[in-house]
């Protein structure tokens, strides 16, 4: 049981690069969510999901798609990376989204835009 | 200004000793989780709390909600070298889709333990 997969795990972009951000689970867990964490600012939601097909904006949505084909993958697209995206992403699942579900995180992808 | 304010953002303490982290926040909470994050990992789970009064431990980690307070502490009691770490506090923010509430995180504290 892998639990959250993140790959990859370290990435240095180039201003206008795309890229897209991996997430895998296999607890079938239906609630899926990517945040970013930067110093002084906490874990900051950006996109999330209640299931396949199903996806909805966060905190700081701008900059970044998602989309979920399946259960266990919620994949985040850069679509033309800028500096203020250096941060570290990390992915987290859940099996509701109510206030009593603890959500698991991923180990995180580190990421840098020159 | 967060929702969530961790006090002391950086601890220092001594092998053996104990320690306090404090989670405030500045709405209603309904639920209080506490995240251990280290370097290059992602957050490991420890605890929630959901209800006012309630105490937690595991192993020699306590966490506390003061619902009135709108606050929660976690102590860690003779400390060791393997609670280093960054501890982070998060809430469900309650939104306009009833069960589907948001989770906010705190900005964390990062604790170093001396030999």
């Known amino acids: 049981n892998a639990g959250v997969t993140q790959t990859p795990k370290f990435q240095v972009l180039k201003t206008g690069q795309s890229m897209t951000l991996q997430c895998a689970q296999d607890?079938?867990?239906?609630?899926m969510s990517w945040y970013r964490q930067d110093p002084g600012m906490g874990l900051r939601l950006i996109h999330y999901s209640v299931g396949a097909g199903i996806t909805d904006q966060g905190e700081v949505p701008n900059g970044y798609n998602v989309s979920r084909s399946t259960t266990e993958d919620f994949p985040l697209r850069l679509l033309s990376a800028a500096p203020s995206q250096t941060s570290v992403y990390f992915c987290?699942?859940?099996?509701?989204?109510?206030?009593?579900?603890?959500?698991?995180f991923g180990p995180g992808t580190r990421l840098t835009v020159l | 200004s967060q929702e969530l304010e961790q006090s002391p953002q950086s601890l220092i303490v001594q092998e053996g000793k104990n320690l306090t982290i404090n989670c405030t926040s500045s709405k209603t909470l309904y639920g209080l989780y506490w995240y251990k994050q280290k370097y290059g990992e992602g957050l490991i789970f420890l605890m929630m709390?959901?209800?006012?009064?309630e105490e937690k431990s595991h192993e020699k980690i306590t966490a506390k909600l003061d619902e009135k307070k709108q606050q929660s502490s976690l102590h860690i009691t003779a400390s060791q070298p393997s609670h280093a770490g960054i501890y982070l506090c998060g809430a469900y923010r309650p939104t306009f889709n009833f069960g589907n509430e948001k989770l906010t995180f705190g900005t964390g504290t990062r604790l170093t333990i001396i030999p």
């Open positions: 607890m079938n867990h239906e609630y």
């Open positions: 987290a699942t859940s099996s509701g989204n109510s206030g009593s579900d603890t959500q698991y």
């Open positions: 709390l959901q209800k006012g009064g």
